[in-house]
Protein backbone atom coordinates (compact mmCIF):
# COMPACT_ATOMS: atom_id res chain seq x y z
CA UNK A 1 0.00 0.00 0.00
CA UNK A 2 1.34 3.42 -0.79
CA UNK A 3 -0.63 6.61 0.58
CA UNK A 4 0.73 9.91 0.29
CA UNK A 5 -0.07 13.24 2.02
CA UNK A 6 -0.33 16.70 0.13
CA UNK A 7 -1.37 20.13 1.29
CA UNK A 8 -0.02 23.11 1.68
CA UNK A 9 2.75 23.98 4.49
CA UNK A 10 1.28 23.54 8.27
CA UNK A 11 -1.61 21.64 6.93
CA UNK A 12 0.06 19.01 9.28
CA UNK A 13 1.25 16.20 6.69
CA UNK A 14 4.25 15.17 9.53
CA UNK A 15 2.06 15.44 12.21
CA UNK A 16 -0.85 12.96 10.50
CA UNK A 17 2.29 10.67 9.01
CA UNK A 18 2.89 10.14 12.78
CA UNK A 19 0.06 9.27 13.77
CA UNK A 20 -0.74 6.64 10.80
CA UNK A 21 2.63 5.19 11.23
CA UNK A 22 1.75 4.54 15.09
CA UNK A 23 -1.40 2.92 14.38
CA UNK A 24 -0.58 0.95 11.58
CA UNK A 25 2.50 -0.06 14.05
CA UNK A 26 0.17 -1.24 16.21
CA UNK A 27 -1.70 -3.66 13.74
CA UNK A 28 1.69 -4.94 13.16
CA UNK A 29 3.05 -3.01 9.97
CA UNK A 30 6.18 -1.71 9.87
CA UNK A 31 5.42 0.95 7.30
CA UNK A 32 8.34 3.05 5.18
CA UNK A 33 8.13 6.67 6.43
CA UNK A 34 9.46 8.83 3.69
CA UNK A 35 9.25 12.83 2.27
CA UNK A 36 10.19 14.58 -0.62
CA UNK A 37 12.03 16.23 -1.79
CA UNK A 38 14.53 14.20 0.25
CA UNK A 39 13.93 10.93 0.17
CA UNK A 40 17.04 9.16 -1.45
CA UNK A 41 20.96 10.29 -0.72
CA UNK A 42 20.61 12.50 -3.62
CA UNK A 43 17.53 13.99 -3.12
CA UNK A 44 18.99 15.06 0.58
CA UNK A 45 21.11 17.35 -1.79
CA UNK A 46 18.28 18.74 -3.86
CA UNK A 47 16.26 18.87 -1.00
CA UNK A 48 19.19 21.26 0.64
CA UNK A 49 19.00 23.14 -2.55
CA UNK A 50 14.90 23.51 -3.31
CA UNK A 51 13.85 24.61 0.03
CA UNK A 52 16.73 27.04 0.97
CA UNK A 53 16.19 30.91 1.02
CA UNK A 54 19.80 30.77 -0.48
CA UNK A 55 17.48 29.35 -3.62
CA UNK A 56 14.76 32.28 -4.39
CA UNK A 57 17.03 33.02 -7.71
CA UNK A 58 16.32 29.23 -9.52
CA UNK A 59 14.11 29.38 -12.48
CA UNK A 60 10.69 27.48 -12.69
CA UNK A 61 12.41 24.79 -15.44
CA UNK A 62 14.78 24.16 -13.28
CA UNK A 63 12.97 24.34 -9.81
CA UNK A 64 10.54 21.26 -11.92
CA UNK A 65 13.49 19.22 -13.54
CA UNK A 66 15.37 19.12 -9.54
CA UNK A 67 12.07 17.86 -8.21
CA UNK A 68 11.57 15.37 -11.15
CA UNK A 69 14.80 14.20 -10.79
CA UNK A 70 14.27 13.92 -6.86
CA UNK A 71 11.19 11.91 -7.23
CA UNK A 72 12.84 9.50 -9.90
CA UNK A 73 16.02 8.37 -7.47
CA UNK A 74 12.97 8.24 -4.83
CA UNK A 75 10.96 5.76 -6.28
CA UNK A 76 13.83 3.65 -7.59
CA UNK A 77 15.91 3.36 -4.60
CA UNK A 78 13.60 3.46 -1.81
CA UNK A 79 9.63 3.54 -2.87
CA UNK A 80 9.78 0.87 -5.39
CA UNK A 81 11.64 -1.87 -3.62
CA UNK A 82 9.67 -1.06 -0.12
CA UNK A 83 6.20 -1.66 -2.31
CA UNK A 84 7.56 -4.98 -4.44
CA UNK A 85 8.63 -6.40 -0.37
CA UNK A 86 4.75 -5.83 0.44
CA UNK A 87 6.01 -3.08 2.76
CA UNK A 88 3.31 0.23 3.34
CA UNK A 89 5.01 3.25 2.13
CA UNK A 90 3.56 6.62 3.50
CA UNK A 91 5.19 9.72 1.57
CA UNK A 92 5.46 13.64 2.76
CA UNK A 93 4.53 14.96 -0.48
CA UNK A 94 4.66 13.27 -3.78
CA UNK A 95 4.40 13.73 -7.53
CA UNK A 96 1.06 15.76 -7.41
CA UNK A 97 3.27 18.46 -5.30
CA UNK A 98 4.81 19.21 -8.87
CA UNK A 99 1.67 19.45 -10.93
CA UNK A 100 0.07 21.57 -8.17
CA UNK A 101 2.79 23.86 -6.92
CA UNK A 102 4.66 24.08 -10.81
CA UNK A 103 1.22 23.92 -12.55
CA UNK A 104 -1.05 25.79 -10.62
CA UNK A 105 1.30 27.97 -9.04
CA UNK A 106 4.12 28.79 -11.68
CA UNK A 107 1.73 28.78 -14.66
CA UNK A 108 3.10 25.16 -16.50
CA UNK A 109 0.93 23.41 -18.15
CA UNK A 110 -0.64 20.41 -15.55
CA UNK A 111 -0.95 17.90 -17.94
CA UNK A 112 2.46 17.98 -19.44
CA UNK A 113 3.52 17.78 -16.00
CA UNK A 114 1.85 14.98 -15.29
CA UNK A 115 3.82 13.17 -18.24
CA UNK A 116 6.78 14.20 -16.68
CA UNK A 117 5.95 12.65 -13.54
CA UNK A 118 4.69 9.30 -15.49
CA UNK A 119 8.03 9.10 -16.23
CA UNK A 120 9.67 9.70 -12.85
CA UNK A 121 7.39 7.58 -10.79
CA UNK A 122 7.70 4.40 -13.53
CA UNK A 123 4.22 3.09 -12.33
CA UNK A 124 4.71 3.51 -8.60
CA UNK A 125 1.35 5.88 -8.56
CA UNK A 126 -0.37 5.67 -4.90
CA UNK A 127 -3.00 4.08 -4.19
CA UNK A 128 -4.27 6.70 -2.24
CA UNK A 129 -3.45 10.81 -1.64
CA UNK A 130 -5.04 12.13 1.47
CA UNK A 131 -5.17 16.05 0.86
CA UNK A 132 -4.96 17.98 3.65
CA UNK A 133 -7.32 21.29 3.39
CA UNK A 134 -6.81 24.12 5.19
CA UNK A 135 -7.82 27.83 5.11
CA UNK A 136 -3.58 29.37 3.86
CA UNK A 137 -3.40 31.93 6.64
CA UNK A 138 -3.93 29.37 9.40
CA UNK A 139 -1.31 26.91 7.86
CA UNK A 140 1.08 29.32 7.33
CA UNK A 141 0.62 30.38 10.71
CA UNK A 142 1.17 26.74 12.17
CA UNK A 143 4.35 26.43 9.76
CA UNK A 144 6.32 29.83 10.80
CA UNK A 145 5.65 29.02 14.31
CA UNK A 146 6.86 25.12 13.85
CA UNK A 147 10.21 26.91 12.04
CA UNK A 148 10.97 29.40 14.27
CA UNK A 149 10.81 27.05 17.17
CA UNK A 150 13.17 24.51 15.24
CA UNK A 151 15.14 27.04 13.93
CA UNK A 152 14.41 25.98 10.33
CA UNK A 153 13.34 29.16 9.39
CA UNK A 154 16.17 30.03 6.86
CA UNK A 155 17.34 26.57 5.92
CA UNK A 156 13.54 25.19 4.63
CA UNK A 157 11.59 28.42 4.95
CA UNK A 158 11.22 29.39 0.99
CA UNK A 159 7.85 28.05 0.47
CA UNK A 160 6.62 29.44 3.79
CA UNK A 161 8.13 33.14 2.73
CA UNK A 162 5.95 32.66 -0.38
CA UNK A 163 3.03 35.90 -0.38
CA UNK A 164 -0.33 34.57 0.51
CA UNK A 165 -2.02 34.88 -2.55
CA UNK A 166 0.20 32.14 -3.67
CA UNK A 167 -0.77 29.69 -0.75
CA UNK A 168 -4.33 30.02 -1.98
CA UNK A 169 -3.63 29.57 -5.69
CA UNK A 170 -1.94 26.59 -4.24
CA UNK A 171 -4.80 25.76 -2.16
CA UNK A 172 -7.89 25.71 -5.26
CA UNK A 173 -5.02 24.31 -6.98
CA UNK A 174 -4.95 21.34 -5.26
CA UNK A 175 -8.74 20.70 -4.60
CA UNK A 176 -9.19 21.23 -8.54
CA UNK A 177 -6.41 18.49 -8.83
CA UNK A 178 -8.41 16.30 -6.49
CA UNK A 179 -11.40 16.40 -7.91
CA UNK A 180 -10.30 15.06 -11.44
CA UNK A 181 -8.38 12.10 -10.22
CA UNK A 182 -11.42 10.96 -7.42
CA UNK A 183 -10.65 7.35 -7.47
CA UNK A 184 -7.41 8.02 -5.38
CA UNK A 185 -7.59 11.56 -3.58
CA UNK A 186 -9.13 11.63 -0.83
CA UNK A 187 -9.75 15.48 0.70
CA UNK A 188 -9.22 16.10 4.63
CA UNK A 189 -10.35 19.29 6.62
CA UNK A 190 -7.61 20.12 8.05
CA UNK A 191 -8.66 22.61 10.34
CA UNK A 192 -9.60 20.74 13.91
CA UNK A 193 -7.42 18.86 16.39
CA UNK A 194 -4.61 16.32 15.28
CA UNK A 195 -6.97 13.70 16.91
CA UNK A 196 -9.86 14.96 14.78
CA UNK A 197 -8.00 15.15 11.45
CA UNK A 198 -6.37 11.81 11.99
CA UNK A 199 -10.23 9.93 12.71
CA UNK A 200 -10.85 11.41 9.24
CA UNK A 201 -7.88 10.03 7.54
CA UNK A 202 -7.66 6.44 9.45
CA UNK A 203 -11.26 5.83 8.20
CA UNK A 204 -9.75 6.26 4.68
CA UNK A 205 -6.85 4.40 5.22
CA UNK A 206 -8.80 1.87 7.23
CA UNK A 207 -11.13 1.95 3.77
CA UNK A 208 -8.73 1.31 1.01
CA UNK A 209 -6.91 -1.68 3.62
CA UNK A 210 -10.11 -3.53 4.02
CA UNK A 211 -10.78 -2.58 0.37
N1 LIG B 1 -4.50 19.84 13.68
C1 LIG B 1 -3.59 20.69 14.15
N2 LIG B 1 -3.97 21.74 14.93
C2 LIG B 1 -3.05 22.61 15.42
N3 LIG B 1 -1.72 22.53 15.18
C3 LIG B 1 -1.29 21.51 14.40
C4 LIG B 1 -2.20 20.55 13.85
N4 LIG B 1 -1.48 19.67 13.11
C5 LIG B 1 -0.20 20.06 13.20
N5 LIG B 1 -0.07 21.15 13.99
C6 LIG B 1 1.17 21.90 14.30
O1 LIG B 1 1.35 22.80 13.23
C7 LIG B 1 2.72 22.79 12.79
C8 LIG B 1 2.76 22.30 11.35
O2 LIG B 1 2.39 20.91 11.30
P1 LIG B 1 3.18 19.90 10.36
O3 LIG B 1 2.69 18.53 10.65
O4 LIG B 1 4.65 20.16 10.47
O5 LIG B 1 2.63 20.40 8.94
P2 LIG B 1 3.19 20.10 7.47
O6 LIG B 1 4.06 18.89 7.58
O7 LIG B 1 1.96 19.88 6.65
O8 LIG B 1 3.91 21.33 7.04
C9 LIG B 1 3.48 21.88 13.74
O9 LIG B 1 4.08 22.69 14.73
C10 LIG B 1 2.38 20.98 14.33
O10 LIG B 1 2.71 20.58 15.62
MG1 LIG C 1 6.00 18.55 7.06
Redesign the pocket.
Given at each position: MFVTFE?I????????ITLLADWLRARGQEPVITREPGGSRLGGELRRILLSMESTDITGPAELFLYLADRAQHVATLIKPALDQGKTVLS?RFADSTVVYQGYGRGLDPKLLHAFNDVAVAGSWPDLTIL?DIDPEVGLR??L??NL?GGTHRSEGRFEAEHLEFHHRIREGYLAWAALHPGRFRVVD?G???DE?FGAVRGHVAALLEG
Open positions: GEGTGKSTQDLRAARAAGSPV
